[in-house]
T-cell receptor, first 116, second 109 residues
Framework: DAGVIQSPRHEVTEMGQEVTLRCKPI?????LFWYRQTMMRGLELLIY????????DSGMPEDRFSAKMPNASFSTLKIQPSEPRDSAVYFC??????????????FGNGTRLTVT | SQKIEQNSEALNIQEGKTATLTCNYT??????LQWYRQDPGRGPVFLLL?????KEKRKERLKVTFDTTLKQSLFHITASQPADSATYLC????????FGTGTSLTVIP
């Protein structure tokens, strides 16, 4: 089991550019989460999917952010256009809930985004 | 919305002592609560889960308590070691999966 895989690990871009973050969840997991972590705000949930369907995107900051999950093994988080305040570490996590909501989340190692 | 607060941003303790971290939540009554460890540059890693009908859960040097009346969970690390230095986060399912603010623990040799 390779775990949750995120790419790239680091991304430096200029303000106004499009940024795409990628995530491969653990095979068989039915939930996928995108979080953003900053010193000031901690871990914030942006959006989560169940069986590839977005369930709650209320944490997405604004229309510049979009996320997709075209299949069970791949998800993207896109920021267009990017702004300096988007600088943060973005984590993807997955889990399998089965019939109960007590399964732990498995996190990737994150993408550190810097927007200059 | 759910709000989860953890005690003081940073906690420093001497090696061998017991570290106690606090997690307080509001606005929901979770059936269970989870604790995670996060090292610099890495994603959080699951440590322990405790259910609402469990007062206490242990795993090696770790102990978690869950008081649903106080809406509080305590996380203890006994005989702490420098390798325990990390940020510890509590988490729960409300209408989404919420994480606490985290406590940075430093164990001083």
């Amino acid at each position: 089991d390779a775990g949750v895989i995120q790419s790239p690990r680091h991304e430096v871009t200029e303000m106004g550019q499009e940024v795409t973050l990628r995530c491969k969840p653990i095979s068989g997991h039915d939930y996928l989460f995108w979080y953003r972590q900053t010193m000031m705000r901690g871990l914030e949930l942006l959006i989560y999917f169940n069986n590839n369907v977005p369930i709650d995107d209320s944490g997405m900051p604004e229309d510049r952010f979009s996320a997709k999950m075209p299949n069970a093994s791949f998800s993207t988080l896109k920021i267009q256009p990017s702004e300096p305040r988007d600088s943060a570490v973005y984590f993807c996590a997955s889990t399998y809930t089965g019939s109960s909501y007590n399964s732990p989340l498995h996190f990737g190692n994150g993408t550190r985004l810097t927007v200059t | 919305s759910q709000k989860i607060e953890q005690n003081s941003e940073a906690l420093n303790i001497q090696e061998g002592k017991t570290a106690t971290l606090t997690c307080n939540y509001t606005n929901y009554s979770p059936a269970y609560l989870q604790w995670y460890r996060q090292d610099p540059g890495r994603g959080p890693v699951f440590l322990l889960l405790i259910r609402e009908n469990e007062k206490e859960k242990r795993k090696e040097r770790l102990k978690v308590t869950f008081d649903t009346t106080l809406k509080q969970s305590l996380f203890h690390i006994t005989a702490s070691q420098p390798a325990d230095s990390a940020t510890y986060l509590c988490a729960l399912w409300g209408n989404q999966f919420y994480f606490g603010t985290g406590t940075s623990l430093t164990v001083i040799p």
